[in-house]
């Protein structure tokens, strides 16, 4: 349904799969297509600073590389898709679950190798990449406006993530792991006698079934929604 406003409506959520403020995704959804650019922008700054990293992984799995490059690609496109009228809810679940995983992983990344990449990053760097990407976490939970995450949907998204996964860490298939790359060596001990690699893996991990379960539970409450509305309940 779409409000008087001519918005989407808002189902009434509970707060953890819907924190961000009413206000906040109705200014989101009217300026649309700003957001869109501003993601294609943040694509585009993003393709350019994983040069190094594409000019040192054979081409074929170049698709794996900008892993948050890619999530605001799919936002902007999830985003252009429903603005144009034809929401494609298996791009709206991967540009979820792109946004909820790599808007956290990055910043988790940044604070578990805080020491090194504060000698390697200028201050400025650092901030907005952290700040830059909890944005892509905001703006990841608006989507619940716009499409009812189907299971399908969700599963496509899984798919991805999960072989972004194997490749990132467990089996490259093609030259050497493909996550993004770190200051410090895989191997390097970090603790709770984890290496680098371990720890990377691990945050990522989470995330991607953070990300499902979000994406799943909302699926829940929208059909119960739903169903209360149709029984008179």
Known sequence: MTAPTGLPDRDPLPSYLAP??????????????LIVAINLVGTAFGFWYYSAQFAATPTVMWPWVP??????????????????GHELPWLTALAFFGNIVLGL???????????????????LMYQFLFWSHLAMVVQAFVL???????VWGVAVALVWYTFNLIVDYFVPIVGDPHHTSIPVPRDEPMFLE???????AAGETTFVLLALFLALAT???????ASSERTGG
């Not at 906040?24 to 649309?32: N, V, Y």
């Not at 890619?70 to 936002?75: K, S, W, Y």
């Not at 699926?219 to 929604?225: A, G, S, T």
């Open 105 to 123: 992983w990055t910043p988790y990344t940044l604070l578990v190798f805080y020491e090194t990449y504060a000698a390697q990053t200028h201050p």
């Open 194 to 200: 984890a290496d680098a690699l371990g720890l990377i």
């Open 67 to 84: 892993d948050s490059p890619l999530a605001t690609l799919f936002i902007a496109l999830a985003i252009a898709a429903w603005k144009l």
């Open 20 to 33: 961000v403020p009413k206000t906040l995704e109705d200014l989101g959804l009217r300026f649309a297509w």
């Open 144 to 150: 619940h406006r716009i499409t009812d995450f189907p």
């Open 219 to 225: 699926r829940v409450k929208k059909c119960e929604l």
